[in-house]
């Protein structure tokens, strides 16, 4: 059976600097995955290669088996920042994608007024991002993401501009919205409680190049509410992971200081 996504012998180099060396995975359809490491270690350029937004040096990614050289709705792209369009309504900024590509009707109406309800903005549709809060952009966002349909939803650490307590509503609420619709999730963080809570599978990467270091397989229960956090199997995996990128965080803070 093929999986959903194949990233195979993938590498990636600016110049002469190597931000990724032969990164090999296989993410089966459904699954949610994480991929934590230090800074510098290549996340976000390796979300980026997937998304079609950056080209590979070497190797390939395929979708399904098809290959993707470029951006494409199939795959739904959250970015740190909202990037809401300041002008345009919640509901406005929600369809966008589906305006661009020339397919809004009455069933795409429909079913971004049915995301805004998902995400927890029923009530919103009229208001604008300036009258939104930091959590409220990104549920926006998310609806934006979701609105185009794709197979697979790549998050560049979506919630790390919002403030503890709203990040970790926002990791519950993205809980319960995959819970719903089970669509393909690479998401990139720097926290790794965060990829240990919502994850199938977290991809620890290790620092320049950016490499796959271990494939944490995460077995908790779902579906997972907060609490989960303070068990003693959940602290297990989080120590384990940071066990594996400690010594590449210390250099890569020395480093920046540097």
């Known amino acids: 059976m093929t999986a959903k996504l194949t990233i195979a012998g993938l590498g990636k180099s600016f110049g002469s600097l190597q931000a990724l060396h032969d990164i090999n995975v296989a993410v089966e359809r459904g699954e949610f995955i994480s991929v934590v490491g230090p800074s510098g270690c290549g996340k976000t350029t390796f979300l980026r290669i997937v998304a079609g937004l950056e080209p590979a040096s070497v190797g390939e990614v395929l979708l399904e088996g098809r290959a993707v050289h470029a951006p494409g709705t199939d795959r739904g792209f959250v970015f740190q920042t909202d990037n809401l369009l300041p002008w345009r309504t919640v509901y406005a900024n929600a369809i966008i994608g589906r305006e661009l590509a020339g397919r809004v009707g009455a069933a795409e109406r429909r079913r971004t007024i049915e995301l805004l309800k998902l995400v927890g903005l029923e009530g919103f549709e ?72 919502l994850s199938d599978r977290v991809l620890v990467f290790a620092r320049r190049p950016g490499r796959l270091r271990e494939t944490v397989a995460i077995t908790l229960a779902r579906p997972r509410g907060l609490a989960i956090k303070r068990t003693t199997e959940f602290v297990r995996y989080v120590d384990h992971i940071w066990r594996l990128i400690e010594d590449d965080v210390r250099a890569s803070v020395i480093e920046e200081q540097a």
Do not use: C
């Open 126 to 197: 009229h208001y604008h991002p300036r009258q939104l809060s930091g959590g409220m952009r990104q549920r926006v966002n998310l609806a934006r993401a979701l609105a185009i349909d794709p197979e697979i939803l790549l998050m560049d650490e979506p919630f790390s501009s919002l403030d503890a307590q709203t990040r970790e509503i926002m990791q519950t609420e993205l809980m319960r919205i995959w819970e719903k619709g089970r669509k393909t999730v690479l998401f990139v963080t720097h926290q790794i409680d965060e990829a240990v809570f």
